[in-house]
């Protein structure tokens, strides 16, 4: 059941249906519209063409009112009290927020976007609209569309769509557009989606048909999480499973190439190992502060062991003091096996730890040069089969303060150092390296090339010291073709996006590489801006 929109534009006749195109690269998607015809008791539009404003906005569904039906067309649904809702301040819109069970975090225009989403939910639920059927998809957005008489061409849309599969269009017959189809698409089905996304702005080309002559009208579209909908012509190929719950799902990259993929640890992950067949689970994570992510009450290191049923647990970024330690260590139950290092240099900074349910055959901390070890960065365990080493490589910071250090001593000195291990057996390292490797390893790679973490000259380092000295990247070599993200920036709220980096590795010695079962992350677990890796290695 198609939605009614009411349109607010100067000096343009309401048109029966508009055909919006979406354009991405491999991704096409055109939509068809319904619009019901306003009435009387709509906001009436301007005659005057002299101070006809430029930018006038399509609002969705989303003033103060009930459902109701007009004329047994499409039926409209408004939100009840939604001026209330915009009206409310922060600590309002948070204290009803977590009264609901809605997390609260984020600034006041998603606070008030997720309470007018449950609003909106709770109308459906309720029977009040024909968003919320059965076999339909549904997911948040609005659109929000500006008057531009600007004849320049149409440009292409970076949008977070939740596949890359074509999608067939629905277009007034009297306004035919350029198509483009996939190849041997299957059957189309119509299906009521609404659509979510956040803080992304798109150009599209709208063309109108309209009684009276036809326009075309260059527009943007700036979507947010405010709700709006339309009736879309869906290949039965398109998988529209992406919401706001699995964010790690949607397609993220601005610069992709033919066949990249978006990771999915449901759907990308091998059957588990049998009983009988030998082998370790390994899990690394940067915490970001180890002291706060046990004090959630969703989340903690025990909580993560019952689930994921590890044999070792890498930490980086632990930030504790020698004295945190041992209160750390009694709450660990099934894991006697723990060994700390912190920064002295620094305190609350730094620090990598590994927990073991297994007892290594010796312990190292560091390097063991003076100069590299005061900020508590590498541990080292020795296993009978291997040597595992957890560790977090110093970021370059800042203004790229560190960059020399780090690629002339750091790098180097750990690549000769896990060599040196490896005459005596295999070597698996793992943690935060602060390098996302390739292009594909980060969600902007033009707009970094001088960003800690993604300069040429780390790239660089990085397969000097490490993968030309015969260490093999498991995730990559597991997903060739993959775009899978570990950390996400908390300040631009890069996880609800998947706007993210690879930054966290494990790799392992040539010659167990083929050893490995799988090599996967986890990036439904939060706590941190860095989400868990794992590797499943047989012995």
């Known amino acids: 059941m198609l939605q009614s929109l009411k349109l607010g534009l100067y000096n343009f006749i309401i048109p029966n249906s508009i055909g919006v195109i ?19 008791e709509k906001r009436p539009f301007s005659t005057s063409s002299a101070t006809a404003k430029s930018n006038e906005t399509m609002s969705v569904a989303a003033e103060k009112g009930v459902s109701k039906v007009n004329g047994g067309k499409s039926g409209e649904v408004l939100v009840e009290d939604m001026e209330t809702v915009e009206k409310m301040t922060v600590s309002q819109l948070r204290v009803k927020l977590r009264s609901l069970g809605i997390p609260s975090r984020g600034t006041k225009k998603e606070l008030v976007a997720s309470l007018k989403t449950f609003l909106d939910s709770k109308l459906n639920d309720a029977g009040n609209g024909s968003v919320a059927q059965e076999d339909k998809v549904s997911s948040e957005g609005s659109l929000e569309v500006a008057d531009n008489p600007s004849k320049k061409k149409s440009r292409k849309v970076s949008s977070k769509n939740c596949d890359q599969s074509d999608v067939a269009s629905e277009i007034p017959s009297t306004q035919q557009t350029k198509k483009r189809v996939a190849k041997g698409h299957t059957k189309d089905t119509s299906v009521d989606i609404i659509v979510k996304q956040a803080e992304i702005t798109q150009e599209l080309s709208v063309e109108s048909n309209d009684m009276k002559g036809k326009k075309n009208v260059r527009a943007k579209r700036k979507v947010s999480s405010v709700t709006a909908s339309a009736h879309i012509g869906v290949s039965e190929a398109v998988d529209l499973s992406v919401n706001q719950y699995e964010p790690w799902t949607i397609f993220a990259h601005k610069k992709p190439k033919d066949g990249w993929i978006v990771y999915n640890p449901k759907t990308m992950r091998p059957p588990p190992l049998s009983k009988d067949t030998k082998h370790v689970k390994l899990l690394s994570w940067n915490v970001n502060g180890l002291r706060a992510l046990l004090k959630l009450k969703n989340l903690c290191v025990q909580q993560l062991a019952d689930r994921e049923d590890f044999d070792a647990l890498c930490l980086q970024e632990t930030k504790l003091q020698e004295k945190d330690v041992e209160a750390i260590k009694e709450s660990l139950q099934d894991y006697k096996n723990s060994f700390w290092t912190c920064s002295v240099s620094k305190l609350g900074y730094s620090g990598t730890a590994i927990i073991s349910r297994i007892k290594p055959l010796s312990i190292k901390y560091g390097l063991g040069i003076p100069d590299h070890d005061t900020e508590g960065r590498l541990v080292t365990v020795e296993f009978d089969n291997f040597y595992l080493l957890c560790g977090y490589v110093p970021n370059s910071g800042d203004g790229l303060r560190r960059l020399t250090y780090r690629i002339t001593e750091w790098d180097p000195s750990l690549g000769n150092y896990m060599k040196e291990l490896e005459k005596s057996k ?87 590489a083929d050893k490995v079962h799988d090599a996967y992350i986890l990036p439904d677990v939060d706590g941190s801006d860095h989400s868990p890796i794992g590797l499943v290695l047989k012995l």
């Open 22 to 40: 979406l354009r991405k690269p491999k991704f096409q998607v055109l939509v068809s519209v319904d619009l019901t015809t306003m009435g009387s």
């Open 426 to 512: 295999p070597v698996v390292l793992t943690g935060d390296l602060n390098c996302a490797h390739e292009e594909i390893d980060i969600y902007n790679p033009a707009g970094n090339k001088r960003s800690a973490g993604f300069t040429e000259e780390e790239r660089q380092s990085f397969e000097t010291n490490f993968l030309n000295k015969g260490f093999v990247d498991t995730f990559r070599k597991q997903h060739p073709g993959v775009v899978g993200y570990t950390y996400w920036g908390y300040r631009h709220g890069g996880r609800k996006s998947n706007k993210g980096w690879r930054l966290d590795y494990f790799l392992v010695s040539e010659c167990i």
